[in-house]
Every structure is written in structure tokens, then in C-alpha cells.
């Protein structure tokens, strides 16, 4: 993905911040509980997080009372996050491009990007990560992968709806089985700022109707990149096929964290 091509695409998703905050999931108990454990988080523990969206990886952390700095791209995902973590004093949302962003001191306890680390750019994310810690303080990275399983049938027989109208598609494309994803810690180990790497990995299923299933490609970046014709004939081509197949599928997620912790 070129510079420009990751600045516009990052861009879409507070287009419509409600939307995302009602169809994009949280994060499995157990990747939070684990995020907790590993990054020996506690209350009052100062935590940075890069792009929180509305704010669904944000609200755990905010309940097991950490002291969170969160930094937003989008000023309508931040006003949601804000909404949902009003209750908590000890959270500050702040609207900014994070590569731009001025480094407060002293140093955080744990850096945190949730499903947002991709969209930085991959010539800063890792040395400003590593510079916005304490000695010894952690870098968590979670990715969320769509891999095989669920409603097998539709996502393979879907390809066809998208070879159609979105010409990008490789044809043939297969979801990935979860033990063929590789645990993509490279950055980390090329880095030569943290520690040893820890991955844990979590799969989990959600079911969609085709209404939901909608709103929810329509919070990808991909797809509001699309012109408005192709979108609309790939979403009647995919709302078919969902009630060809009940009216209701179930999408199988695999939820990555990667967390290690800065040796200087």
C-alpha cells in the first residue's frame, strides 16, 4: 500500500462513527484479560493508545482503571469514543495524526494499538512507539484476521460477487485457515527496541443477517472506497447470497495480540 493510497483509505472510517461503533465488535474478555496480565497493567497504570476508534479496546482498559491518553485520527469516531467513556475521569481522547503527534513525558507504561497499528506509517510506528515508553514499559499490538470457518459455503461462494464488481479481486481468493496466518512480529524483532515477543491468539464467531452484514462491510475501508454503482450492485449480489443461505451467516474472526516490552 503506497503512502497515499493508507492516508485516504485510514480517512473513511469516521465517515460515519456511528455506524462503525454499532457493527465493529469489541475484542474477545479473554484478549483483554491477557493484554492486563502480560503488560502487568494495574490502576493508575498510564496507557497511550494509537487510534482508538469509538473507543471498543479503550472502555476495558478505562473499567480496570488505567490512566489513558488515546490519540484519533477521525474528530467524529472521537466524539464517540468520548460519549462512551465519559464516565471514566481518567481518559483523554485527543484528535491528531499520530506521526505528528508531540510525545508527552514522562514515558507511558503500555502503548496500545487495537486493530489501527497497519494504518501508521511503517517508517515511524515502531521507533515512536518504543520512544512514547518508560524503560521497560510494553508495546501491545492486536490484529483482527477473517479466516475460514463459519458459513463456509458463502464466503467461498461470495468471491464471485466481488470478481464481479470490484475488479481488484484475485480470482480464486480462499479465507485462510488460522494456523496459516503467519504471527507477523517481524517489525518488533527488526526494530531492535523491545524484548521477546508474545503472541496469543483468540477465534471467535459472530452472527450476521444481511442487513447487519452490510453495515458492517460498510464500515471497510475497501468498501467505501468503491464507487457508489459497484458497491450497490456488490451488496444486492451479497444480500442474495446471505438469503440463499437462511438469511443468516456466521463470520469466524481470529484476534491477534502481540505484546513485548522496550529494552531501551
Same mark, same amino acid.
Given at each position: 500500500?503506497?503512502?497515499?493510497?493508507?492516508?485516504?483509505?485510514?480517512?473513511?472510517?469516521?465517515?460515519?462513527?456511528?455506524?462503525?461503533?454499532?457493527?465493529?465488535?469489541?475484542?474477545?474478555?479473554? *484478549?483483554?484479560?491477557?493484554?492486563?496480565?502480560?503488560?502487568?497493567?494495574?490502576?493508575?497504570?498510564?496507557?497511550?493508545?494509537? +487510534?482508538?476508534?469509538?473507543?471498543?479496546?479503550?472502555?476495558?482498559?478505562?473499567?480496570?482503571?488505567?490512566?489513558?491518553? #488515546?490519540?484519533?485520527?477521525?474528530?467524529?469516531? #472521537?466524539?464517540?469514543?468520548?460519549?462512551?467513556?465519559?464516565?471514566?475521569?481518567?481518559? /483523554? !481522547?485527543? !484528535?491528531?495524526?499520530?506521526?505528528?503527534?508531540? @510525545?508527552?513525558?514522562?514515558?507511558?507504561?503500555?502503548?496500545?494499538?487495537? *486493530?489501527?497499528?497497519?494504518?501508521?506509517?511503517?517508517?515511524?510506528?515502531?521507533?515512536?512507539?518504543?520512544?512514547? @515508553?518508560?524503560?521497560?514499559?510494553?508495546?501491545?499490538?492486536?490484529? *483482527? &484476521?477473517?479466516?475460514?470457518?463459519?458459513?463456509?459455503?458463502?464466503?467461498?461462494?461470495? %468471491?464471485?460477487?466481488?470478481?464481479?464488481?470490484?475488479?481488484?479481486?484475485?480470482?480464486?481468493?480462499?479465507? %485462510?485457515?488460522? /494456523?496459516?496466518?503467519?504471527?507477523?512480529?517481524?517489525?518488533?524483532?527488526?526494530?531492535?527496541?523491545?524484548?521477546?515477543?508474545? !503472541?496469543?491468539? =483468540?477465534?471467535?464467531?459472530?452472527? =450476521?443477517?444481511?442487513?447487519?452484514?452490510?453495515?458492517?462491510?460498510?464500515?471497510?475501508? +475497501? &468498501?467505501?472506497?468503491?464507487?457508489?454503482?459497484?458497491?450497490?450492485?456488490?451488496?444486492?449480489?451479497?444480500?442474495?447470497?446471505?438469503?440463499? &443461505?437462511? +438469511?443468516?451467516? !456466521?463470520?469466524? =474472526?481470529?484476534? %491477534?495480540?502481540?505484546?513485548?516490552?522496550?529494552?531501551?
Amino acid at each position: 500500500m503506497t503512502d497515499a493510497d493508507r492516508q485516504r483509505l485510514r480517512a473513511t472510517f469516521t465517515e460515519d462513527a456511528e455506524l462503525y461503533a454499532r457493527r465493529r465488535s469489541g475484542y474477545p474478555a479473554a *484478549t483483554m484479560h491477557d493484554l492486563a496480565a502480560l503488560g502487568a497493567l494495574r490502576p493508575g497504570s498510564r496507557v497511550l493508545e494509537i +487510534g482508538c476508534g469509538a473507543g471498543q479496546a479503550t472502555l476495558p482498559l478505562a473499567r480496570l482503571g488505567c490512566k489513558i491518553t #488515546a490519540v484519533e485520527l477521525g474528530p467524529e469516531l #472521537a466524539a464517540v469514543a468520548r460519549d462512551r467513556l465519559a464516565g471514566f475521569d481518567n481518559t /483523554e !481522547v485527543v !484528535v491528531a495524526n499520530f506521526e505528528d503527534w508531540p @510525545l508527552p513525558r514522562p514515558g507511558f507504561d503500555l502503548v496500545l494499538a487495537a *486493530t489501527s497499528f497497519h494504518w501508521i506509517d511503517p517508517a515511524i510506528r515502531m521507533k515512536k512507539s518504543a520512544d512514547a @515508553l518508560r524503560p521497560n514499559g510494553a508495546l501491545a499490538v492486536i490484529s *483482527t &484476521h477473517h479466516v475460514a470457518g463459519g458459513t463456509n459455503t458463502f464466503f467461498v461462494d461470495v %468471491q464471485a460477487c466481488y470478481e464481479c464488481f470490484d475488479p481488484t479481486t484475485p480470482p480464486g481468493l480462499r479465507l %485462510q485457515r488460522p /494456523e496459516d496466518i503467519p504471527a507477523d512480529i517481524v517489525e518488533f524483532e527488526e526494530s531492535g527496541r523491545f524484548g521477546p515477543v508474545t !503472541v496469543r491468539r =483468540y477465534q471467535w464467531e459472530m452472527a =450476521y443477517t444481511a442487513g447487519e452484514y452490510l453495515e458492517l462491510l460498510s464500515t471497510y475501508s +475497501g &468498501h467505501r472506497a468503491m464507487t457508489a454503482q459497484s458497491r450497490k450492485g456488490l451488496f444486492a449480489c451479497i444480500k442474495r447470497l446471505i438469503d440463499d &443461505h437462511g +438469511g443468516t451467516i !456466521v463470520k469466524r =474472526y481470529m484476534t %491477534q495480540l502481540a505484546i513485548a516490552h522496550r529494552l531501551r
